[in-house]
């Protein structure tokens, strides 16, 4: 089965087109401040942030409650409220992690913000202002956006690249952003493109999101140029092409060696989400402390995009949107490909949750996994062209197999071999290990 097929074929049972549909076109929402939130101090790629807050101090929202010296974001307080403690939570990914959790008061104000003429300000004061409001790739990768807009001055940059593909089934966060958003992340490009120095930016969205394609070229035909050229480049909908790799190759034919940055063929690459987060920085000054996430699938009541506070726990959100279904039989925090299932709906929604699925038995495959049958489906369908039921060669051999141009560092996790195993293997979680293996091998 080739990347090709997969792109058209059934996910669980319920089919990727059927999946975005259920809140495609419905609204964002914003939510009511949740009673509390909880913030992890580790929400991005980089050093965990140190807290500035201790019990009992009163907060406002905006205020940064931790902070981080080394790469990483700051943390910020969606809610106006007090600080019950600094404790460990339950992580959706890691198990437990340290988080500052925050009573909302219900009665506080919401805060607004209102825009700055930002093309006075210099490259150096936009950069500062995307660090210090913790600004991170949205698009799940959580690294730091002002570092990686850091870009030294000798690396040769000529084109920045928005990623708006939104691959999995399910997710449709970004594209309510896109829709609702896109004379912010029109602006939000040109931020971008002056702290990099370079004129160019192409809008990656697949074919199924017309409703993006057309509010983002509205958008930018509403814009003054600036010497600025944005372009929406309509892409053929697939699985995978939302990871770095897939949507570069996609819009400009350029392919990244492995082991290196995008930056070394000219690239700069970041999510839309994200870049309405800079624009909200650098703009209006708003730290990023709220996010749209996707609540769907058949075992949610209603499911719907709502603007939640980072730090609300799951469960509040389900309970504000009227239960789950008796049949509910999977939650998954993230999308139905790279996601992780989780046991307990007590977990707070991180900067990078991009959405939660609640799926009824017709919507996952309950099949137990059975030996490997070596009929090699997950080494075709691997965009990266691995073999994920060999892993160990790729460990021994250090970064790579040394016949091969890709190493296990290379995989994204997109789970396309774990789909089409006929033996249902989880191929994942073998990769996972294999990274971790040789992360620890490096060490030594
Ligand atoms: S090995 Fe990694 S990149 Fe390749 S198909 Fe599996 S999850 Fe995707």
């Given at each position: 089965?080739s ?6 074929f ?19 929402e914003?939510?009511?401040p949740?009673?509390?939130i ?8 980089g050093?965990?942030c140190k807290?500035?807050v ?5 907060v ?13 974001a700051?943390?910020?307080?969606g809610?106006?409220?007090k600080?019950?403690s ?22 506080a ?6 825009p700055?003429?930002?093309t ?17 790739g949205l698009?799940g990768a959580?690294?730091?956006?002002g570092?990686k807009l850091?870009?030294r001055?000798d690396v040769?940059?000529?084109t920045?690249i928005?990623n ?6 399910y997710?449709?966060s970004?594209n309510?952003?896109?829709v ?5 992340i029109?602006?939000g ?14 809008i990656?969205?697949e074919?199924?999101k017309?409703d993006?394609?057309?509010?983002l070229?509205r958008?930018?035909?509403d814009?003054?140029k ?8 309509p ?7 939302g990871s ?15 082991g290196?940055?995008s930056s070394v063929?000219?690239i700069?690459l970041?999510?839309?989400?994200t ?8 703009a209006l ?7 749209i ?7 949610i009541?209603r499911p719907?995009?709502?603007m939640v ?5 799951i469960?509040?959100i389900?309970?504000y949107?009227g ?8 939650a ?8 992780f ?9 991180t ?9 009824t ?7 137990p ?8 489906f997950?080494?075709?369908?691997c ?8 892993v ?5 051999a250090?970064?790579g ?7 296990v560092?290379?995989c ?5 071999c774990?789909y089409?195993?006929?033996?249902k293997?989880p191929l994942?979680q073998?990769?996972m ?11 030594k």
């Amino acid at each position: 089965m080739s990347a090709e097929t997969l792109s058209t074929f059934p996910m669980g049972g319920i089919h990727p087109r059927e999946a975005k549909e259920l809140t495609k076109k419905i609204s964002t929402e914003v939510m009511p401040p949740p009673s509390k939130i909880r913030l992890f101090l580790k929400q991005h790629v980089g050093a965990p942030c140190k807290p500035l807050v201790k019990k009992k101090d009163e907060v406002s929202e905006g205020d940064v409650v931790a902070s981080v010296e080394k790469m990483g974001a700051n943390l910020h307080s969606g809610v106006t409220g007090k600080v019950k403690s600094i404790a460990n939570a339950l992580h959706p990914m890691v198990g437990n992690a340290r988080a500052v959790v925050i009573a909302a008061d219900p009665e506080a104000e919401p805060r607004s913000y209102s825009p700055i003429d930002w093309t006075q300000l210099s490259r150096e004061e936009m950069l500062a202002k995307i660090k210090d409001a913790g600004v991170v790739g949205l698009g799940g990768a959580g690294f730091p956006a002002g570092f990686k807009l850091d870009v030294r001055p000798d690396v040769k940059l000529d084109t920045l690249i928005l990623n708006g593909a939104e691959c999995e089934p399910y997710l449709t966060s970004d594209n309510r952003v896109m829709v609702e958003y896109p004379k912010d992340i029109v602006e939000g490009a040109k931020i971008m493109l002056k702290i990099l120095g370079i004129n160019y930016c192409a809008i990656g969205i697949e074919n199924n999101k017309p409703d993006a394609i057309e509010a983002l070229n509205r958008a930018i035909a509403d814009t003054p140029k600036n010497g600025y050229r944005i372009v929406v480049k309509p892409l053929k909908v697939k699985y995978p092409q939302g990871s770095a790799d897939q949507i570069m190759q996609a819009v400009t034919g350029r392919a990244r060696p492995s082991g290196v940055r995008s930056s070394v063929i000219g690239i700069i690459l970041q999510n839309v989400y994200t870049t309405k987060a800079i624009y909200d920085a650098v703009a209006l000054g708003k730290p990023l402390y709220e996010r749209i996430v996707t609540i769907t699938g058949k075992g949610i009541k209603r499911p719907a995009n709502v603007m939640v506070k980072v730090g609300t726990s799951i469960a509040e959100i389900v309970d504000y949107l009227g239960g789950t279904t008796p049949d509910l039989a999977k939650a998954i925090v993230g999308g139905p490909m790279m996601g992780f299932a989780v046991s307990t709906l007590d977990i707070p929604i991180t900067k990078t949750t991009s959405g939660v699925l609640f799926l009824t038995k017709d919507e996952i495959d309950t099949k137990p996994h059975l030996p490997c049958v070596s009929c090699g489906f997950c080494v075709d369908v691997c965009p990266m062209g691995l073999e994920p039921n060999n892993v160990s060669v790729y460990v021994e051999a250090g970064r790579g197999d040394d016949t091969e141009e890709f190493g296990v560092d290379d995989c994204f996790l997109c789970g396309s071999c774990a789909y089409v195993c006929p033996a249902k293997r989880p191929l994942v979680q073998f990769m996972m290990m294999a990274k971790n293996d040789l992360r620890e091998a490096q060490k030594k």
